[in-house]
């Protein structure tokens, strides 16, 4: 049986990801899964969509992509997120943000 969460899905031009967002946060980090979902600590707040821009920002970083192929699909004002990226599989974006299991 396979333990690792499958927060990433394929769809036709690109994946899907679900994120759970912390906001205000000390650093910007992948922290584990919540659910289905990828945990992220954002270091921005949650006023005037700046952890939305921030969480943008951090995920075109890690997979190394420019801000314009990724864009929030929903929950603007929830912790609880769903983001389309255009241009990787489900399997690349899986591999790239997964957290660093420490044993």
Not at 20 to 25: C, E, F, I, L, M
Not at 35 to 62: H, M, T, W, Y
Request: glycine content about 6%; aromatic content about 2%; hydrophobic content about 45%.
């Amino acid at each position: 049986m396979n333990s690792e969460v499958q927060f990433a899905r394929d769809v036709p031009d690109g994946c899907t990801v679900s994120v759970r967002v912390h906001p205000g946060a000390k650093r910007d980090a992948v922290t584990g899964t919540h659910a289905d979902a990828i945990k992220i600590a954002l270091s921005s707040p949650p006023v005037d969509g700046r952890a939305n821009d921030a969480l943008i920002a951090f995920i075109a970083e890690q997979l190394r992509l420019p801000r314009t192929r990724i864009a929030l699909l929903s929950g603007v004002s929830s912790r609880s997120k769903v983001l389309h990226i255009t241009g990787k599989s489900a399997a690349e974006v899986q591999a790239a943000l997964s957290p660093v299991v420490d044993c």
